[in-house]
């Protein structure tokens, strides 16, 4: 059994920086990062694998966010950086038993409580 909490999330002006962190209590393999905005699905921001550390990102945040992770503390990070008032979610740390990348939520079995990010403009 995984459990994963998150902290880090936060009030910030356009175009500033939070880092996000996902603890785990248990292996994960590969782990990622989702958002859900109010009255939309969530969806998909970042995943990192186990072994080699192969990363993937959505189109929305390319260039902008980094995905990171210690397997050494068992925790994951997100930095994020030039925020956009429309990066304004809650954002929720998953991880799943199997490597691959993944951007399907139903292809992770454990979730976080999930941290509320405001970015203001």
């Known amino acids: 059994q995984v459990q994963l909490i998150e902290s880090g999330g936060g009030l910030v002006q356009a175009g500033g920086s939070l880092r996000l962190s996902c603890a785990t209590t248990?292996?994960?393999?590969?782990m990622g990062w989702f958002r859900q905005a109010p009255g939309k699905e969530r969806e998909f921001v970042a995943t990192?694998?186990?072994?080699?550390?192969?990363?993937r990102y959505a189109d929305s945040v390319k260039g902008r966010f980094t995905i990171s992770r210690d397997n050494a503390k068992n925790t994951m990070y997100l930095l994020m950086n030039s925020l956009k008032p429309e990066d304004t979610a809650v954002y929720y740390c998953?991880?799943?038993?199997?490597?691959?990348?993944?951007?399907?939520?139903?292809?992770?079995?454990?979730w976080g409580q999930g941290t509320q990010v405001t970015v203001s403009s």
């Open positions: 998953a991880a799943r038993n199997i490597g691959g990348i993944s951007t399907t939520p139903q292809m992770y079995g454990y």
């Open positions: 248990g292996r994960a393999y590969t």
């Open positions: 990192i694998t186990w072994n080699d550390n192969s990363t």
